[in-house]
């Protein structure tokens, strides 16, 4: 019987290493290409690893990536931020009160959750266009800090983990709304709110079409838009191409590393 | 109505008026747009003149229309299946516990982080033909090179690929939280009554699971749809338009030709395709 669970076990890690393999095995590769001291012009290059820096400080030097990253950072930290702050100020609304109109409300959410971006990016990308907003951070804010996702999110988070007496008790005790908002209820779902600010992240950290649309100037682009556009010298140089990849990807991998426990239990949420 | 209660629905509408403005400036009010100029010629200069369902007729007499709808269809047929069928298998691997397991779970779920574009950039480079990692690989083990993305043959299947690798990512977790509502117990009751592990799969885990898949498959469905990022990026609709799907039609014709009209009409056409399945989804969720 131990002798089988063994070989059971055994054939549990092999497979458990060949996915790993897969799933991790294109990362390292681009990491490989990455810090490669030699040209690489094909695969077979990338095994005697020449380790060097100089790529990445070439590509900070010589390309704009700099300023591609500041401008990732700029719009997902104010949709990541105003985001998860909008959406439960609704949520909460949606959760634990009573108004003419919620219904109403309540569709208005759900209808714009069910919306694929297409519905909207046109004339969205002429009003904008017409505002003087293209190449401006703007689209990016009106866009991405409304999140009907993170308000249905939220709210279910909410029925479940703030108590309507404790609400109730507040309000007999003389604490105003605004107050109760801030002192009892954003405490209490602060874990769904890193939950919601990590999908946000995530979601705008990566969002290209979006961004390939509303920005049309070199110094706009967002890392996507970016790294997708790399071109000519730049791109035969596969070295480049990589350590710029490298520098888009590693904010989302470092992100993954501190907060996967939230991620997953966000996923998990969605299907509730 | 006492004056208290109608305080607080203000301060109720106060709350919700950020989302509700947002809403309206940039989904309700250019969702209207889209529908109205989809029967217009409009092309950015002048006045948009009515010309009925002229640019959906339009629509289906272009071949290449039919290619990207045919695409993206495609698309959908290679990637949701394997999407589901790996996802729900690595969620049984992975449901137990081992030494490691938790390190190897969070590996699995890695691409699913990671945006689109630069997993395409990375993967149009190991799918090279000559000098990319897979086919050099390929060669090592005596296999002969395989014309990952400059085949029309092969080029969306190559796509799937991708797709299919961050979306078992996803799935996965989705499958695990299924299996870990069914509980332990039912499976060592079918052990007793002598089920092996394969039996119980089949018998008990699938039919079990059959909720989660589907709605998992929508998801998955809704996404496919959706493609355009792997396309633009590993093969810029080719070779001979083989990875041109309706999502790179609707951006050529609004963004490139700046035909505002046509390109509405494809948006109407997708949303209609997502939101039924959107629909669908929701009502699967509240049935169960």
């Known amino acids: 019987m131990t002798a089988v669970r063994y070989t059971k076990n055994i054939l549990i890690y092999v497979c458990l290493i060949i996915l790993a393999v897969i799933f991790a095995g294109p990362f390292i590769a681009m990491f490989l290409v990455a810090f490669q001291a030699n040209p690489v012009t094909s695969a077979r290059d990338i095994f005697n690893l020449n380790f060097t820096l100089s790529n990445f400080i070439r590509v900070f030097n010589e390309s704009r990536l700099a300023r591609w990253f500041l401008n990732s950072v700029i719009t997902t930290g104010v949709v990541t931020v105003f985001g998860t702050f909008f959406s439960s100020l609704s949520a909460y609304v949606m959760a634990k009160k009573d108004f003419p109109g919620k219904e109403l409300i309540f569709w208005l959410f759900l209808a714009v959750l069910m919306f694929p971006a297409h519905a909207w990016i046109i004339p969205m990308f002429i009003q904008m266009s017409r505002m003087g907003l293209v190449n401006t951070y703007w689209p990016f804010f009106l866009s991405g800090t409304s999140s009907a996702f993170g308000i249905f999110l939220l709210r279910q988070y909410i029925e479940q983990n703030v108590v309507s007496d404790i609400l109730e008790a507040a309000r007999i005790d003389g604490c105003g709304e605004f107050r109760t908002y801030f002192h009892i209820v954003l405490p209490t779902i602060i874990p769904g709110l890193i939950t919601l600010a990590i999908f946000l992240f995530i979601q705008w950290w990566g969002q290209f079409m979006f961004a390939l649309i509303m920005t049309t100037s070199g110094d706009m682009y967002t890392l996507p838009v970016g790294v997708a556009l790399i071109r000519g010298v730049a791109q035969s140089n596969l070295r480049f191409v990589m350590a710029t990849t490298a520098v888009a990807v590693l904010p989302s991998i470092v992100v993954f590393i501190f907060f996967q426990n939230y991620l997953m239990r966000g996923v998990v949420m969605q299907l509730d | ?288």
């Not at chain 2, 299946?81 to 049984?92: E, Q, W």
């Not at chain 2, 498959?217 to 001979?240: C, E, K, R, W």
């Open chain 2, 1 to 288: 109505m006492t004056k208290g209660k109608r305080l607080e629905w203000s301060i109720c509408y106060l709350f919700l008026l950020p989302n509700i403005i947002l809403y309206l400036l940039v989904r309700l009010i250019p969702f209207g747009s889209t529908i109205f100029l989809s029967f217009t010629d409009w092309q950015l200069i002048g006045a948009p003149n009515f010309i009925g369902l002229q640019n959906f007729i339009d629509m289906l007499q272009y071949p290449v229309f039919w290619k990207a709808f045919n695409n993206t269809l495609m698309f959908a047929v290679y990637t949701v299946p394997l999407s589901i069928i790996f996802g729900l298998l690595m969620a049984v691997l992975v449901n137990r516990d081992l030494p490691g397991m938790k390190f190897f779970r969070s590996l699995y779920f890695l691409p699913y982080v990671t945006s689109v574009v630069f997993v395409a950039v990375i993967w149009r480079w190991l799918f090279a033909t000559d000098t990319g990692l897979i086919n050099v690989l390929l060669e090592r083990a005596g296999i002969a090179a395989i014309p990952w993305l400059s085949s029309p043959k092969w080029a969306l299947f190559s796509l799937a690929i991708v797709a299919v690798w961050q979306n078992v990512s996803f799935n996965m977790l989705v499958f695990l939280a299924g299996l870990q509502g069914i509980g332990k117990d039912v499976y060592e009751a079918a052990t007793i009554d002598g089920a092996t592990g394969v039996q119980s799969f089949i018998y008990m885990t699938v039919p079990l699971l059959k909720p989660t898949m589907t709605v998992a498959a929508i998801m998955t469905t809704i996404n496919s749809f959706q493609v355009f990022d792997l396309g633009y990026v590993m093969t810029q609709g080719g070779p001979l338009d083989s990875t041109y799907t309706l999502v790179y039609y609707l951006y050529d014709f609004g963004f490139r030709y700046m035909e505002m009209g046509h390109a509405s009409a494809v948006a109407v056409v997708l949303f209609l395709m997502i939101f039924s399945l959107s629909i669908l989804q929701r009502v699967l969720l509240r049935e169960r």
